[in-house]
């Protein structure tokens, strides 16, 4: 009878050691979540924050705002406006065949 008192009493001892354990690594990985959806919701709003602050820059006033202050660009205009003509090709250097030429890229 000693010898199963002795069994059950180790048995009871490394099932308490075992359940303090599982509790302890149970608080820890709580704590570890809790901190992990702490950051998730300051990432959320610094998102949202960021993403209003770029709709507000990509406004087409704003954008032309910046292009005309920083890049120093104006609207074009046809006062503005520099037409470039081709220079006809000699009639020497055409090809003998009829194939169009493409255009210039």
Same mark, same amino acid.
């Given at each position: 009878?000693?010898?199963?008192? =002795?069994?059950?009493?180790?048995? =009871?001892?490394?099932?308490?050691?075992?359940?303090?354990?599982?509790?302890?690594?149970?608080?820890?990985?709580?704590?570890?979540?809790?901190?992990?959806?702490?950051?998730?919701?300051?990432?959320?709003?610094?998102?949202?924050?960021?993403?209003?602050?770029?709709?507000?820059?990509?406004?087409?006033?704003?954008?032309?705002?910046?292009?005309?202050?920083?890049?120093?660009?104006?609207?074009?205009?046809?006062?503005?406006?520099?037409?470039?003509?081709?220079?006809?090709?000699?009639?020497?250097?055409?090809?003998?065949?009829?194939?169009?030429?493409?255009?210039?890229?």
């Amino acid at each position: 009878m000693t010898r199963l008192n =002795l069994v059950l009493l180790l048995a =009871l001892v490394v099932s308490s050691l075992y359940l303090v354990r599982v509790s302890y690594e149970s608080r820890r990985l709580f704590t570890e979540l809790d901190r992990a959806q702490m950051l998730a919701r300051g990432l959320d709003t610094e998102h949202e924050r960021l993403q209003i602050d770029q709709r507000a820059q990509a406004t087409p006033l704003r954008v032309e705002q910046v292009a005309r202050e920083k890049l120093q660009m104006r609207s074009a205009t046809p006062a503005v406006t520099e037409y470039v003509e081709m220079p006809a090709r000699p009639a020497s250097a055409a090809p003998a065949a009829a194939v169009p030429a493409e255009p210039p890229r």
